[in-house]
């Protein structure tokens, strides 16, 4: 069986970090991957909203360097997650993250030479994190 799945997208909010009871480092990110198509001669775009988790050092990574509109890579695989609510069964699928890469934005010569802050914009997010889950 093969279950891989690799999208590009921008996050819909910031990061959500938190830890499990042993201590691991657990991240969700929301991403927003959009999807363009000609019909009819007319252009049309869908957008799917998707989970994806991500643990250990990548998910305090992705919670110290990414924020809302940030674009990333997420190489992962699928899985659902089953519960139940007010006695009904819920399911949700999701994006289990083996590696996230930060895309750069695109910043134009004349801001880049005027950004002298100094301040913690200049801090430089590592180009690929890669951890496996801790299971």
């Given at each position: ?128 994190t890669t951890d496996l889950e801790p299971f």
């Amino acid at each position: 069986m093969y279950n891989k799945i690799i999208l590009i997208g921008n996050l819909t909010k910031d990061p959500e970090l938190r830890y499990t009871p042993q201590g691991t480092p657990v991240a969700t990110l929301r991403l927003a991957v959009n999807y363009r198509y000609k019909q009819s001669d007319e252009a049309k775009q869908e957008t799917m909203f998707i989970d994806n988790v991500v643990f250990g050092k990548q998910a305090e990574s992705c919670s110290k360097y990414l924020n809302k509109g940030s674009s990333v890579l997420v190489e992962g695989r699928l899985q659902e997650r089953r519960w139940e609510s007010n006695g009904q069964q819920r399911s949700k699928f999701e994006v289990i993250a083996q590696s996230v890469r930060f895309l750069s934005r695109r910043r134009s010569s004349q801001s880049a030479e005027t950004d002298t802050s100094g301040g913690e914009g200049d801090i430089v997010p590592p180009e690929e994190t890669t951890d496996l889950e801790p299971f």
